[in-house]
């Protein structure tokens, strides 16, 4: 079996299982494509939309794509590319999101579970990646053993804990959960508490790092609200990522970017020993859709932008670490014993 380019693609996990029938017909979609003008052929809009073109241009009929969480979660489907991705692209945009508008021609070969222990670890471990599309050639090797594998050793069967998960997911995302968090977010909370929840958020989603607000009469001179650091493995000092957080309506100037800028152009955190690896820029409320001026001007900058529908899988998520945290239900039974305690003393 001769392979050509081997690639990683992430999928929007929200819509897993209607995206993997959406792959069965043929058709692999991908985000960011809400408008029109955003078709990768003749590109007006950009709000995101650029980082598909990478996919666009480099993925040749049969070459092999990995893409984890389909058919479901806790899975991975190897599919290949039935034409040039940049002459059998086509842009439609999805009733079931409003938004996935990017339809590149794919079929699926195989599916098995990331846990199962036939499979090469390289072809799970690639996806440690945060990226959204990345080349993974390297693997063509075990890509082949894994489609050469006979069928009952890819365990076609889903896990119990598998479908438990996706059913997780699946009545998460039909009760409206998320959305309501975020919304009561909104209500509850003024344009000052959202550094607080968010660096909260943070720091709940990524124990390892350590979070804090900076913001304040210094945020003048670094441009920073939330700063998030790590220990530099070489050296003494720390690597950071610099964040500036507007709640924000609207049309939303450039501002927010020129001041996220200062983190690394005035040499304040470097005079105090932190490498900022990233400028980011959350905007609470900010609508992608009519943020296209800032999302270039951002794209130009280096900067990267964190919209409204991503804190609301942010708050999300963090929401549901905290549910699942030992320490909290521990602390709950200790308030419940306390009460029978003094039940038993009254009676």
């Not at 009929?61 to 969480?69: A, F, K, M, N």
């Not at 699926?108 to 993974?136: D, E, M």
């Not at 909104?186 to 900076?214: H, I």
Request: proline fraction near 3%; include cysteine; charge should be neutral.
């Amino acid at each position: 079996m001769s392979i050509s380019n081997c690639w990683a693609f992430r999928v929007d996990r929200r819509y897993v299982t209607d995206l993997d029938a959406e792959l069965q017909a043929g058709r692999l979609r991908q985000g960011w494509g809400w408008d029109v003008k955003q078709d990768l052929r003749a590109m007006e809009i950009d709000a995101g939309a650029a980082r598909n073109l990478q996919m666009f241009n480099r993925v040749k009929e049969g070459d092999y794509v990995l893409i984890p969480h389909l058919p479901q979660y806790g899975y991975i489907t190897i599919a290949e590319a039935t034409q040039d991705w940049n002459t059998g692209y086509q842009f439609s945009i999805w009733a079931k999101s409003k938004d996935h508008g990017h339809i590149f021609p794919a079929k699926a070969l195989r599916n098995f579970r990331r846990g199962n222990h036939k499979i090469p670890a390289s072809v799970t471990g690639t996806f440690r990646n945060p990226s959204r599309f990345w080349n993974v050639t390297i693997l063509k090797e075990d890509i082949r053993r894994v489609l050469e594998l006979p069928a009952e050793d890819l365990e076609p069967t889903s896990s119990v804990v598998d479908r438990w998960r996706q059913q997780i997911v699946d009545i998460s995302a039909q009760s409206g959960l998320q959305k309501q968090l975020f919304c009561a977010a909104e209500k509850y909370f003024s344009k000052s508490d959202w550094e607080y929840l968010l660096m909260e958020a943070l720091q709940r989603l990524n124990p390892g790092w350590k979070v804090r607000r900076t913001g304040g009469k210094a945020e003048a001179k670094h441009g920073t609200d939330i700063l998030a650091t790590t220990p530099d493995l070489f050296g003494d000092g720390e690597s950071g990522i610099a964040i500036q957080v507007k709640d924000y309506q609207g049309i939303i100037s450039e501002h927010p970017i020129k001041q996220v800028q200062k983190a690394e152009t005035s040499g304040y955190w470097k005079d105090r020993g932190i490498l900022i690896l990233e400028l980011v820029v959350v905007v609470v409320r900010g609508d992608r859709k009519t943020g296209h001026e800032l999302q270039k001007a951002a794209n130009d900058a280096g900067v990267r932008l964190i919209w409204s529908t991503d804190v609301e899988d942010l708050i999300f998520r963090s929401a549901c670490r905290f549910i699942s945290d030992p320490d909290r239900q521990t602390a709950q039974l200790g308030q419940v014993s306390d009460t029978d305690d003094a039940f038993e003393q009254t009676v």
